[in-house]
């Protein structure tokens, strides 16, 4: 709160956006862990089958599994895997000790906090760029990344594949860390009991309404959409239930969110300059549309690419093989083929032509 108390009022937009997308993000799951929760068995499958916003280690997830095997090969996502669900054995025994809340608003209020410190430290990442050193350093700055800017499972995967393109260092700290030894993983295990609010409920299913009709408003992958409507049914039930109960501290998380409905959620910072597009090959022809960015005598485009929410957005990068004349932040299309340039790939762009600016600065995977 100190952070975003100095901070300049676009960067703290910028930060309650990305708060707002870990915590629309996380919603569909709490709602389902606290609906399943009276059954045992099936409280058990959600962390295995949501996309780690549950509770626990995030990495436990098998979504979250299967799109490391793909990104980072078997043998580190059966260990990331493995790792996790011996931290989540450990933590449920916790629980069982001191007890559990079932309670939604409880747990969005505990996610609040660790969602503020993800929305600051994406915005200093953005901030230092490339200038990640590597070695031990930058093993133990992945990790300490890994602590705070842990969004979810599928999330992780995603932070980690955009920091191997620029600090391969930092993405095996982060790796070891982010879903498995995180603060939230933590945080999640001890569950405190604030009560029902009715009018919390209500702002919920208001703000999971107004982001389903949006088609995610730039939040949340356009797929949360039917989630996110059947989250807003819920909630309309359970205001309408506890509409005569009130309380202080669940009202804080559907409060962040609904701001971030009122403030919006700006463009996010185009400061990278790598080439992150690992499948692409000398030869292949391309047309990509992006903003134009110059660094270090580079000059690129560069757009978003969300998985799940806007927390993990990593940045699809393609560095021209000439300048073009348009200014920094313009909106580009351009086509030709990617050329090899001292292992280093750009693209000899044929056409180059500007392009409005889209509604959705995102594309999804």
């Avoid at 956006?17 to 709602?31: D, G, N, R, V």
């Avoid at 503020?116 to 700055?141: M, S, Y």
Wanted: hydrophobic share 50%; proline share 7%; with cysteine.
């Amino acid at each position: 709160m100190a952070a975003i108390a100095v901070l300049p009022p676009e960067t703290v937009r910028e930060v309650l956006a990305t708060a707002s997308a870990t915590l629309f993000e996380s919603t569909p799951f709490i709602l389902a862990a606290s609906l399943a929760g009276r059954w045992t068995r099936a409280g058990r499958l959600l962390p295995l089958l949501g996309c780690g916003c549950g509770g626990g280690p995030a990495a436990r997830s098998m979504p979250a599994a299967a799109a490391t095997w793909l990104a980072f090969g078997p043998w580190v996502a059966l260990a990331r895997w493995v790792a996790a669900m011996l931290v989540g054995r450990a933590l449920e025994r916790g629980r069982c000790e001191h007890g559990a809340s079932g309670s939604s608003l409880d747990a969005l209020a505990g996610v609040l906090p660790y969602a503020l410190v993800a929305g600051v430290a994406a915005h200093l990442l953005a901030l230092t760029g490339t200038n990640v050193p590597g070695g031990a350093t930058g093993v133990a700055i992945g990790a300490a990344l890994g602590i705070a800017l842990a969004p979810c499972g599928l999330g992780v995967v995603g932070i980690a594949g955009a920091l191997r393109a620029v600090a391969p260092a930092s993405a095996i700290g982060f790796l070891c860390v982010a879903g498995i030894l995180d603060a939230r993983t933590f945080a999640r295990s001890h569950a405190r009991s604030g009560g029902h609010d009715g009018t919390a409920y209500a702002l919920l299913g208001l703000a999971c309404g107004f982001i389903a009709s949006r088609g995610g408003a730039a939040l949340v992958h356009p797929r949360f959409t039917i989630a996110l409507w059947c989250c807003a049914v819920a909630f309309a039930v359970l205001a309408w239930q506890y509409r005569r109960s009130h309380a202080i501290a669940p009202m804080l998380a559907p409060a962040a969110m609904c701001a971030a409905l009122i403030l919006g959620a700006p463009p996010p910072p185009y400061r990278a300059t790598a080439t992150t597009l690992g499948d692409a090959f000398a030869g292949e022809s391309l047309t990509f549309e992006g903003i134009v960015t110059r660094r270090n005598g580079a000059t690129a485009l560069v757009r978003y690419a969300i998985t799940c929410c806007r927390a993990d957005a990593a940045p699809i990068v393609i560095r021209l093989a000439h300048d073009v004349r348009a200014p920094d932040g313009a909106w580009l299309d351009a086509r030709g083929t990617l050329e090899d340039r001292a292992g280093d790939l750009r693209l000899r762009a044929d056409s180059v032509t500007p392009a409005a600016p889209p509604g959705d600065p995102f594309i999804y995977r």
